[in-house]
């Protein structure tokens, strides 16, 4: 599959009938809200789990040379913890576009804090597509990290601002965590 995905995904659901959709962020979503919403509460998605395995062509790194960016991989009992959106479904235009590098929408089960539940769309990037860079060790994933940038600005950007938007919902993510401990250094390393 091409990793141009913004087509593919206009195509996905019809949405012209709802008059509110829910949007589940668990990546750059919780923490660059570039789009209105008409409400937003914490949500969490069972089965996913956050990744640093998607390459970014358009954001955070440039076609030569990708930056690493979030996507979620199926793991069965796991919890994904992020921030859920009620927008008007015109703002899937501009989503589509933002998220276009791979990422296909799907409708997901949501559980909210306060015992609700409701579908929402959430966007992933699976493993074939064109972009998908896959598992590599925590040091190998913060050096590359490290030394990325695109049109968005620092790959490393993306970390730190998701890691303080993830402990602002009371979440410490150890994947991302893990990540991060080996970035600081490296960061300090540049200055
Ligand atoms: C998301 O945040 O939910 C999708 C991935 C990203 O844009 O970082």
């Known amino acids: 599959m091409s990793h141009d995905t ?47 395995w998607q390459g970014s062509h358009d954001h955070r790194g440039t076609p030569e040379s990708p930056g690493r960016v979030l996507t979620l991989i199926e793991t069965p009992g796991e919890q994904c913890t992020g921030m859920a959106y009620r927008v008007s479904p015109e703002v899937f235009e501009h989503l589509d576009h933002r998220e276009k590098n791979g990422y296909l929408r799907f409708f997901t089960p949501m559980q909210f804090n306060d015992g609700h539940q409701a579908d929402g769309l959430v966007y992933i990037a699976s493993k074939d ?23 968005s600005g620092e790959n490393s950007e993306y970390l730190l601002k998701l890691s303080q938007g993830l402990r602002d919902l009371g979440v410490v993510d150890p994947h991302v965590e893990g990540i991060r401990q080996h970035l600081e250094p490296l960061l300090k390393g540049q200055e």
């Open 6 to 52: 913004s087509s593919l995904n206009k195509q996905r659901q019809d949405l012209s009938a709802y008059e509110s959709v829910w949007l589940f962020g668990y990546g750059s979503l919780i923490y660059k809200v570039d789009f209105p919403y008409l409400e937003r509460k914490p949500a969490s998605i069972t089965g996913w789990s956050r990744r640093f």
């Open 129 to 151: 597509n064109a972009a998908f860079l896959g598992d590599a060790p925590l040091s190998d994933i913060a050096a590359h990290i490290a030394r990325s940038r695109g049109p």
